[in-house]
């Protein structure tokens, strides 16, 4: 995380005043006694007499249940300790604090006739166009106040034919982009899943303001609630031909009961502003999220891996998990990681329904414990991961027999059961959970300091709503309670283990959000390993988070859980896009199969680089449906380093069919001025480059004509693809 140096810390008179970001600006009016007003949010370009002269488009920037602005649905609502309704919030002082790396600005708010207190937070990155927003809630009232609505911000927007953007999905198929209109009414995206929340609607979304969005024009606001749990995000149209977009925590059985001289803080809320379509978005929030500390680490290159489950799932030994080793380290790899099934002493963990809270080595599969296995990787000059699942116990456990209460549970009712009928999640809002999960991190490290990677899984739901820790009058407060012990046990541990490498997944990418990547340095974007279904997954993924944070694995063919026969070089050129990694039983693959993937995790090595920390243009969108075959079905994207002196091209044949008509393909993101020789790359084994490989073209033409990259099928195979270096040199 940048820290920077606080160069002024001034309370100031300001009426109207600005945040700046490079591309973007958020006026606000902020006047003593008054109401605090959102003037404008958009482009850099606008005069302050072009938003003085709009002034009409002011609006509340954080409408309050009773308030003036009753007419606007209300981001505040809350019932004081003397059953008064009522918040009439005026400014009572702003304060502008300057560092190196963002301006933040303070404004304070006060009720009119209750000890109540809402400080409202801004803060602009000065290199990111990234403005971050959020509360504080405080008051002195003689008992506690509930909060019924507590939303971490509003934004109000005007459109011409507005779109929303947002990401619906499943297990094994995530991120699948939604667009639709936004229409007269109010339209809520929202989930409820208490412990993880990116599965079915994710907690991001972006809004075109002139029609459909585009990819790499057009304006788009993006908007991201860097929360884990319950969300609500609401898109209002309102009766002035404008839009209001709300993000905050679900208040549905989470009304927060605040004790006095409590200060509740809200999530994050980040927002940008691009010209550039919704490319340009998905650019800001990949380098907020890498070099703003919205992600652990999100600098540093991510290592080449090969994962144990898909190829063994709980059958682990330590002949297998070495043997394992073996072959990632013969591939080039640089970490192994043991998933589910080492652990369990009197519950043997060999299948899902036990043992989930005994986090100790199963001695009968290995036999020398972890000390053999990491041993083992530094012999092979490889790194060793582990996985473990933290907030989840089994009720066939040795931990529920001595803790029954530290699950989640609704007294005197019976267990709702999860994954393997026997799981619960515990009670992450009891201090003492917190330290036990704090605990077992720390011992698992400090007894094998050469683990460098954890794989940090969160499987269920909260399926039993109630808390043996919280006191009955704040049952409701589990919901929020629960992430916020999930967070503080996380900055424990990154506090003692900054180096560790701690992937964040959730049954998949159930957890893919900003409310929990700061603690973390990648996700795992889905359990689907299919190559042709993680083309669209990784697609919708990428319209938020950055490529380093993307664990994407090469799986076996047919895959598991599709059937998919797949060419290994697609599948190879498909993982390639983001964080490379294996997902399968090396000891089941073809000498084809292993040639390949040597190729691929040497050609990777150069190009990562390029790939992790460029800049991402998506060029032709998988969900362009073409079906017959007349036309080919692509998917191309490419990532351009910052300086625009190389770039990777990434191209995908999704449809084969004879003579069908292949597609042009035009870059984005390069120099016009400079001409970039193509370098094909992991080349299919036994064939040669294609036409294009050590040819040189002007960037101009690369954008505006573009490139028609063999993906033939014709005689050869299904799932054809190409990987192009473009060095201007
Ligand atoms: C979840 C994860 C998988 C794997 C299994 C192990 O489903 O998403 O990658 O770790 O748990 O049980």
Not at 73 to 89: F, I, M
Request: hydrophobic letters at 40%.
């Amino acid at each position: 995380m940048l820290l920077g140096l606080w160069l002024s810390a001034i309370p100031i008179q300001a009426e109207t005043f600005t945040l700046r970001t490079p591309g973007t600006q958020l006026v606000l009016e902020a006047t003593q006694g008054q109401d605090l007003q959102l003037l404008y949010y958009g482009d850099k370009s606008a005069t302050a007499s072009d938003i003085a002269n709009a002034n009409a488009h002011a609006f509340a920037a954080l409408p309050a249940f009773g308030s003036v602005d009753m007419i606007y649905l209300p981001a505040l609502q809350v019932q004081h300790a003397d059953g008064d309704l009522n918040l009439e919030l005026v400014v009572d002082k702003v304060e502008q604090l300057s560092t190196v790396n963002y301006q933040l600005s303070t404004i304070t708010l006060a009720d009119k006739l209750q000890p109540f207190t809402l400080r409202v937070y801004y803060k602009a990155w000065h290199s990111v166009d990234i403005i971050e927003t959020w509360t504080e809630i405080e008051h002195r009232e003689k008992k506690p106040v509930t909060l019924k609505r507590f939303d971490s911000g509003a934004l109000h927007f005007y459109g011409d034919n507005p779109h929303l953007l947002h990401l619906h999905g499943d297990w094994a198929a995530e991120a699948m982009p939604t667009v639709e209109p936004l229409t007269r009414g109010m339209k809520t995206i929202r989930n409820t899943d208490g412990a993880r929340n990116a599965h079915l609607d994710a907690p991001e979304v972006m809004i075109a303001l002139d029609g459909a969005p585009k990819e790499n024009y057009g304006s788009v606001i993006g908007a991201a609630l860097c929360w884990s749990g319950n969300y609500e995000i609401r898109l209002n149209a309102a009766n002035n031909d404008g839009y209001t977009l709300y993000a905050g925590i679900d208040p549905q059985s989470s009304e927060y009961v605040l004790a006095p001289r409590t200060v509740f803080v809200t999530p994050h809320l980040a927002l940008t502003y691009s010209n550039e379509g919704m490319g340009g978005v998905s650019r800001a929030f990949h380098r907020w999220a890498r070099t703003c500390g919205m992600m652990h680490n999100g600098n540093a290159v991510r290592d080449i891996l090969l994962n144990s489950w898909e190829g063994i799932y709980f059958d682990i030994t330590e002949e297998r998990i070495i043997a394992m080793m073996n072959d990632i380290a013969a591939f080039g790899g640089e970490l192994f990681v043991m998933d589910d099934g080492w652990f369990g002493n009197k519950y043997p963990r060999n299948n899902d329904s036990s043992s989930l809270g005994d986090w100790v080595v199963d001695t009968r599969k290995l036999p020398n414990g972890l000390k053999a296995l990491t041993d083992a990787a530094r012999e092979r000059h490889i790194k060793f991961g582990i996985w473990i699942e933290p907030e989840a116990v089994n009720t066939a456990s040795e931990l529920f027999e001595k803790h029954p209460d530290w699950a989640l549970q609704a007294r005197g009712r019976e267990l709702k059961l999860g994954r393997g009928g026997t799981q619960l999640v515990l009670d992450m809002s009891n201090p003492q959970v917190q330290d036990f999960v704090f605990n077992l991190v720390d011992t698992l490290l400090t007894n094998n300091p050469e683990i460098s990677y954890i794989k940090w899984d969160a499987n269920a739901s909260i399926q039993n709503y109630g808390s043996t820790y919280l006191p009955k009058d704040k049952q409701n407060n589990l919901y929020v309670d629960y992430h916020l012990g999930l967070v503080k046990t996380l900055e424990r541990i990154r506090a003692k283990y900054p180096n560790v490498v701690i992937q964040n997944c959730a049954s998949g990418g159930g957890r893919a959000n900003y409310g929990l990547m700061p603690y973390f340095d990648e996700f795992w974007v889905s359990d689907n390993n299919d190559a042709l279904q993680r083309v669209f997954i990784q697609w919708g993924t990428s319209y938020f988070f950055p490529s380093n944070a993307m664990a994407q694995h090469i799986g076996g063919s047919p895959y598991l859980m599709t059937g998919r026969v797949a060419p290994v070089k697609f599948r190879c050129d498909v993982a390639m896009s983001g964080r490379l990694g294996m997902e399968l039983q090396p000891a089941h693959m073809t000498d084809e199969e292993r040639a390949q993937c040597t190729t691929a995790i040497t050609d990777y090595k150069e190009l990562r680089p390029i790939i992790q920390l460029g800049n991402l243009y998506r060029l032709v969108s998988p969900y362009e449906t073409v079906v017959g075959p007349e036309k080919q079905q692509v998917a191309s994207l490419m990532y351009v380093t910052d300086d625009q002196a190389q770039a990777v091209l990434f191209a995908y044949g999704l449809t084969s069919f004879m003579k069908q008509q292949s597609r042009r393909i035009r870059l984005a993101g390069l120099d016009p001025d400079r001409t970039y020789t193509l370098t094909e790359k992991n080349i299919r084994h036994g064939e040669q480059p294609c036409a294009l490989h050590g040819k040189s073209f002007t960037g101009a033409y690369l954008m505006s004509v573009g490139l028609d990259i063999p993906l033939s099928t014709e005689y050869s195979h299904d799932y054809p693809s190409r990987i192009f270096l473009l060095t201007d040199k």
